[in-house]
């Protein structure tokens, strides 16, 4: 996607929760061109919430998204999700659930959809992300890993230009993951998309991050209390950082002593 370059999500003091419970509260932040945001946070934070609310999905209640500066609205184009669950249609092929998502904008803008051109540009997106010759298979044969990469081929073939991703490698081996992880980092690059990642993976934060966020209750608050964010630049960076790098290893313990310290009650 060339000369997209100020690509950028923003939200602030945004709270959102359910039946008029702030799940969390006071969140303020903005996703720049092709940063990553990745965000940790233990099990029921609201970090799930958190991304349902920045893709317009969940009603925030107090404070606006915000993407180049105008609001979202449910459904827009301009965000693309990718579940934790992969959200794969089992009985279409590889090609179809990958142009799904075409398909269905198409559809809703009453234009024509271009069935050709659509698997055309699929396929070598397919091809890109280690899914080439796999078209006409169904979900059901794909491992964990292929329908992650599915997923992601789906989402990124509507051309988002903030992609949010729900603890998308967490049900992976840990091989597995760190090949997605790197595919993920090329393709965000190459896109330059801004992406917000929840994770409960320090590790995972660290390696995929430009700044490293985490999502939990202040020290000291009482039990059902909102979760905050805090959110810091991480200091291993990102890229060119390996995972064997002392510099990984050391952001890692920061982040864990600063996790510590965050959840600490
Ligand atoms: N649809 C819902 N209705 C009511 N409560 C919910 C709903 N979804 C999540 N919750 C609650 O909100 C809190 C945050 O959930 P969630 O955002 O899924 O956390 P996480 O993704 O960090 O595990 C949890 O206490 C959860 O039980
Ligand atoms: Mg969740």
Redesign the pocket.
Known sequence: MPGVTDRVIACRDCAAG??GRD?FTGVTLGVAGAETIAIV?P???????LLLTLAGLHRSSRGTVLVDGTPLESGDPRIGLVLQQYGLFPWFTVLRNATLGLAIRAKRSGRRFDAAGAADIARALLEQLGLGGKESDYPRRLSGGEQQRLALCRTLLLEPEVLLLDEPFSALDALTREELQDLLLTVLAERRVAAVLVTHSIDEAVYLGDRVGILAQNPGTAAGEPARLLLEANPAGRRGVGRTDPLHHQACAWMRRRFAEAVRA
């Not at 099990?43 to 919430?49: D, L, M, R």
């Open positions: 359910y039946a799940v946070g099990s029921g934070c609201g970090k799930s919430t």
